[in-house]
């Protein structure tokens, strides 16, 4: 079964979706707000520690290249003057 849990990162609270797959006996992971991105765990503390570290590693590869990132609830996170001054959001996802 499908579950939504509420991951809070230093770059905001993201949603993502937790389920057990009997075949690879893991939990997937999947984060809709950031085009979907994937991983997984062999437990479900494990697979939320992921899912954290995989919306960081998403973050940081977006300032990097200038974006700005906007969590699900609408706070917006980036590293760029420009971003911070005009309020135009160029989305990752």
């Known amino acids: 079964m499908k579950k939504t849990y509420h991951i809070k990162t230093k770059y905001g609270t993201f949603g993502v979706i937790i389920w057990y797959d009997r075949a690879d006996k893991a939990y997937l992971v999947r984060v809709p707000s950031l085009d ?3 991983t997984f765990g062999s437990s479900l503390a494990d697979a939320k520690r ?6 960081e590693l998403l973050c940081v590869v977006a300032f990097d290249k200038g974006k700005i990132v906007i969590d699900d609830e609408r706070r917006v996170f980036g590293r760029s003057k420009f971003a911070r001054t005009t309020g135009v959001a160029e989305l990752i996802a």
């Open 50 to 55: 992921m899912a954290a570290d995989l919306i």
């Open 36 to 38: 979907n991105a994937a």
